[in-house]
């Protein structure tokens, strides 16, 4: 029997297990408290039993030390397994109790310095286009450190919608694991299997999460996925290129893009970083008009655009990566102004096109400046 016809019966056998566990999970759920009620920011209009993460991690767990123990290291699971642990207990306890995100933070603190510590994973040197490379050093471990807790944290920020975070993760995951094992000299196939293995975990939960969901993946699931794909991400970049520090990047560019324009959302709007809001991605979709599931399927096609962006970046060359940054700025810009991200009053590029390409109003905006001008100077 092939390695390839091994591999995917053994995805199929993840798949059929996750999809097995995910209604005990549900009851454990119920049983432990771990449900999200009706309220003010939820989408849901009654209880719901979260802590669907549970069902992936022990799917996942049982695929890489069952599974594909001979083709994986300890050296490389357990470090990951026992960061992985850390993560889901954090998540665990926040869908039960609700913990503060500082509390949140720590957890996820402790599971990076074991990644860093003890799995050996971290970010040591990276390289800039026509400048060269450079050793971090000491700033090896806090730049590994925000990267964890970054795109942890962002993946979970999308949470908002039924298999919204799942369906970003998968894309995410399948484009890292392609990358992987294509392009990753050292690793790329122990990677690659790892990955797939946490797909396969996915796919078997997904049919329950999407809507209407039946069970949430909640915090235990939503900072798994995350923390496991800033994880499977840094493997790429160890000794950090240009392309290996873009390729992620643009991967994850839709958790990635909503939280930085959360964050710049929440500072015009003089309001705490950590406070929460319904102006995320997903809830600008829906005040538009877009149904639930549409919002999701157009959150997934946006996805799967940066995705095979990144995809791009690794047969391109370095002025090619260039233009294509710029040009793929320039559009999400313009679709996040268009969708109001930010605030509706706040459009920018916007306002600068419609400046340059319409006279009249180019006309009346001068008109006015000078205006204010004359009045202020009298």
């Known amino acids: 029997m092939g390695f390839t016809f091994q591999f ?21 759920s119920f049983k432990i408290g771990a449900v999200d009620r009706p309220g003010e920011r939820r989408i849901n209009d009654k ?17 890489i030390l069952w599974e594909f123990n001979d083709m994986l290291g300890a050296q490389r699971v357990w470090p990951m397994l026992l960061s992985a642990v850390i993560i889901i207990l954090t998540g665990l306890a926040d869908d039960i109790f609700e ?27 990276i390289s800039i286009p026509f400048i060269g490379s450079f050793q971090l050093e000491w700033l090896s471990l806090p730049m590994t450190l925000i990267w964890i807790l970054a795109i942890t944290n962002a993946v979970n920020l999308i949470d908002g919608l039924d298999g919204l975070a799942c369906g970003v993760s998968v894309i995410a995951l399948v484009t890292i694991g392609l990358i992987s094992y294509f392009f990753l000299p050292i690793n790329g196939v122990p990677l690659a299997i790892m990955i ?35 994880v499977f991400s840094l493997q790429g970049l160890k000794n950090a290129t240009f392309i290996s520090v873009l390729t992620p990047m643009f991967i994850l560019g839709v958790p990635i893009t909503d939280t930085i324009y959360a964050m710049l959302r929440r500072y015009f709007n003089k309001t705490p970083i ?7 991605l997903h809830h600008r979709l829906l005040s538009l008009g877009f149904t639930h599931r549409g919002a999701v399927l157009t959150i997934y096609a946006l996805a799967m655009v940066f ?8 047969y391109a060359s370095t002025w090619a990566i260039t233009l294509l940054v ?14 109001g991200l930010v605030g509706e009053n706040r459009q920018p590029l916007m306002k600068t096109l419609k400046f340059v390409g319409n006279r009249r ?7 006015k400046t000078k205006h204010k001008n004359k009045h202020e100077k009298k």
């Open 8 to 28: 995917i019966l053994k995805l199929i056998a993840t798949m059929f297990l996750s999809i097995i566990l995910t209604p005990l999970v549900k009851l454990l």
């Open 47 to 63: 209880t719901m039993p979260t802590a669907g993460g549970l069902s992936i991690f022990i799917s996942f767990t049982a695929a």
């Open 99 to 125: 913990l503060t995100p500082g509390q949140k933070t720590l957890g996820i603190l402790a599971a990076s310095l074991v990644i860093y510590f003890i799995g050996d994973i971290a970010i040591d040197t």
């Open 196 to 230: 797939f293995s946490l797909v396969a975990a996915i796919a078997g939960f997904f049919p329950y999460n999407f809507h209407p969901a039946t069970i949430y993946l909640g915090d235990t699931g939503a900072l798994f996925l995350g923390f496991m794909i800033s």
């Open 274 to 280: 950590s406070s929460a809001d319904k102006m995320h």
């Open 307 to 314: 995705s095979l962006i990144a995809l791009l970046m690794n």
């Open 326 to 339: 710029i040009s793929t700025l320039f559009g999400l810009e313009l679709f996040i102004e268009l969708i």
């Open 361 to 367: 109003h180019r006309q009346e905006v001068l008109n």
